[in-house]
């Protein structure tokens, strides 16, 4: 299995949550097309603990993985996880998803005016606690997979009394203005 901030990385190259047997054949598909090297869904279900397995991954395929979300190699992908391991800011611009702990609240502001605070509850999905002047209520669920300044808040889905909403994008021409954890 990868890491939980590696596959974050991954899952935001890809575009998506990576969940069922079906995402791991397109992840495959996905990274041999960008790294323009074969890795077969069957190595991905391995690496995201879909299918067990005893032997462990070769450094070629860790490698690949690694250039995929954004490294040079698999080691630098290591270093950077030893220089974040207690940190949830990225050059006081990010929120690593991965490293929150379930409580955790943020503060986002976007424009025109909107303010939401989020509660981490697990598995890249937040609870709205507050929201000003957004069409996200009070008590939605949120999937999100990456905060950043400058960058839109995309709700990769977002959940209303149970019923499914899809999509949501904030900020789409300006980004996050503000984006801080809460202590």
Known sequence: MIPEFIKSRIEIKF?????????CNALAAH???????????????????MVNSVQQ???FTLDLIAQYAGFNDWKSALNEDVLNENSFFEN???IIIAALQENST??????????IRLKYIGNNQFKV???T????????????????????????????????????IGGEKEGILYLALEH
């Open 133 to 168: 002047k957004s069409k996200l209520l009070e008590n939605d669920i949120l999937t999100i997979l990456r905060l950043e300044l400058a960058f839109p808040l995309v709700c990769e889905n977002v959940i209303r009394a149970e019923k499914e909403l899809g999509k949501f």
């Open 92 to 94: 006081n611009a990010q």
């Open 129 to 131: 606690l507050e929201s």
């Open 31 to 49: 990274i041999s097309k960008h790294c323009n090297q074969t890795i077969s869904t069957s190595t991905i279900k391995r690496l995201y603990g």
């Open 57 to 59: 991954p070769r450094l």
């Open 15 to 23: 575009g998506k949550p990576v969940k069922y047997p079906k995402d």
């Open 106 to 115: 943020i503060k986002i502001k976007y424009s025109p005016d909107r303010i």
